[in-house]
């Protein structure tokens, strides 16, 4: 859903106001493999032992977005299964401080 609201085209059709872009999203664990020149820059994370969301379809549509010349940053942690939350206690701890870097360095184009 965050994917899909992020794009600038998308949101124009699904929106009756003038909300302004996304200046970036978060992604967690989905397998939503589309890019597009509208998309917002996104942080994504998952876990290699996650049973619903293949970590490599995910790294593989931020490689995607680069190509277009959309800011991305990806992350994968070993041996994490589908939802970890905020990762408290595991080998993701801290994403949440990578993904308001990452944020942080949007606004401030």
Known sequence: MAIHLGNK?????LSKTTIGPASMIVSQYTGYSSVSRDDAPTYANCGT???IANWQVMENRLKNLKKLG???QFHVYKGLRHVFGIGKDTVAEGWIDDAISFW?????K
């Open 9 to 13: 085209k998308e949101l124009r059709c």
């Open 49 to 51: 032992n996650d049973w």
């Open 70 to 72: 959309i800011d991305s």
């Open 104 to 108: 942080e360095k949007q606004i401030n």
